[in-house]
């Protein structure tokens, strides 16, 4: 079981950059594929990135390619999304989610493919 906690989320103005983290417990953090999903308010939770068990695979939702960046430190089990050129419709919650190798990476776009999520960070792009 992984258990992931969020950070780096604030209020930033359009043109400005955060780096969000997402801390997994557990020993086996580098079997995961990680993603990040980000969820504005009555919106539906889409995908922005995901990276593979290595972090030799990235992939990015349309929207945000370009602007974000997707990383991992296994050593750390920590993974980062650095965020720049913000625009205020990257106003969302963002979450970070795990889920197991079972899959074609590129089928990870999708929630169901997680079976761990985080609680949750809120960035606020100001225009």
């Known amino acids: 079981q992984v258990q992931l906690v969020e950070s780096g989320g604030g209020l930033v103005q359009a043109g400005g950059s955060l780096r969000l983290s997402c801390a997994a417990s557990?020993?086996?953090?580098?079997?995961?594929?990680i993603g990040w999903f980000r969820q504005a308010p009555g919106k539906e939770r889409n995908f922005v990135a995901s990276?593979?068990?290595?972090?030799?695979?990235?992939s990015y939702a349309d929207s945000v390619k370009g602007r974000f960046t997707i990383s991992r430190d296994n050593a750390k089990n920590t993974v980062y999304l650095q965020i720049d050129s913000l625009k205020p419709e990257d106003t969302a919650v963002y979450y970070c989610?795990?889920?197991?190798?079972?899959?074609?990476?590129?089928?990870?776009?999708?929630?169901?493919?997680?079976?761990?999520w985080g609680q949750g960070t809120q960035v606020t792009v100001s225009s």
């Open positions: 989610a795990a889920g197991g190798n079972f899959y074609s990476f590129n089928s990870y776009t999708v929630a169901g493919r997680y079976d761990y």
């Open positions: 557990g020993r086996t953090f580098s079997s995961y594929i």
């Open positions: 990276i593979s068990r290595g972090g030799g695979k990235t």
